[in-house]
């Protein structure tokens, strides 16, 4: 089971702006990096974004983390069609030593 | 190039055994942590667990669906990680992907393509 929650969907149309939050607690979010994940169907997890918000090589800038106590979200400006795709959150979880991923959100352009 | 291939998924009895393997090229292997996650049909990612570098004495940690059943292991000579996984259940079917983030705080930065492990009678 989830212990990050994510909405299960978000939609915009081209050019617009969608941000997708991630909800934690102390144990995750709340005291280790943060991390976003894009999947294209029938494919393999891509990093966005590493750190809370930092971007590897390669990626958009369109795309933007952000932290604030237990809560992270994901920003995607200019939105494109081939950003269709499912988004997740990700964290260390020092009580449970474990990664934690969010329950993942499903971003529509309409 | 950071390359990660699996191996060995397919079909077995609920109470079987099986064993992946992840096959990594383009980093130094004994240096770098490296996990498993894994992903059932049609839901979300959950994370496996992960073994730690050479370096850092290499224990490893699991999820608690896991523990005790599935063991995460590494061969540096063949730059191989493996999880060797026993008493499959049928909630355990899903795709397993084998990662690492190469770097510090990286987690995720790298992933192979994943290997489907089916558990039904």
């Known amino acids: 089971q989830s212990v990050l929650t994510q909405p299960p969907s978000a939609s915009g149309t081209p050019g617009q702006r969608v941000t997708i939050s991630c909800s934690g607690s102390s144990s995750n979010i709340g005291s280790n990096y943060v991390y976003w994940y894009q999947q294209l169907p029938g494919t393999a997890p891509k990093l966005l974004i590493y750190?809370?918000?930092q971007r590897p090589s390669g990626v958009p800038d369109r795309f933007s983390g952000s932290k604030s106590g237990t809560s992270a979200s994901l920003a995607i400006s200019g939105l494109r069609s081939e950003d269709e795709a499912d988004y997740y959150c990700a964290a260390w979880d020092d009580s449970l030593r474990a990664y934690v991923f969010g329950t993942g959100t499903k971003v529509t352009v309409l | 190039e950071v390359q990660l291939v699996e191996s060995g998924g397919g079909l077995v009895k609920p109470g079987g055994s099986l064993r992946l393997s992840c096959a990594a090229s383009?980093?130094?292997?004994?240096?770098?942590?490296m996990s498993w996650v894994r992903q059932a049909p049609g839901k979300g990612l959950e994370w496996v667990g992960h073994i730690k570098s050479k370096t850092d004495g290499g224990p490893t940690d699991y999820a608690a669906p896991v523990k005790g059943r599935f063991t995460i292991s590494r061969d540096e000579s063949k730059n191989i990680v493996y999880l060797q996984m026993n008493s499959l259940k049928i909630e355990d079917t899903a795709v397993y992907y084998c990662?690492?983030?190469?770097?510090?705080?990286?987690?995720?930065?790298?992933w192979g393509q994943g290997t489907l492990v089916t558990v039904s009678s």
């Open positions: 750190r809370n918000n």
């Open positions: 990662t690492t983030g190469v770097l510090t705080d990286y987690f995720g930065g790298y």
């Open positions: 383009g980093f130094t292997f004994p240096n770098v942590w």
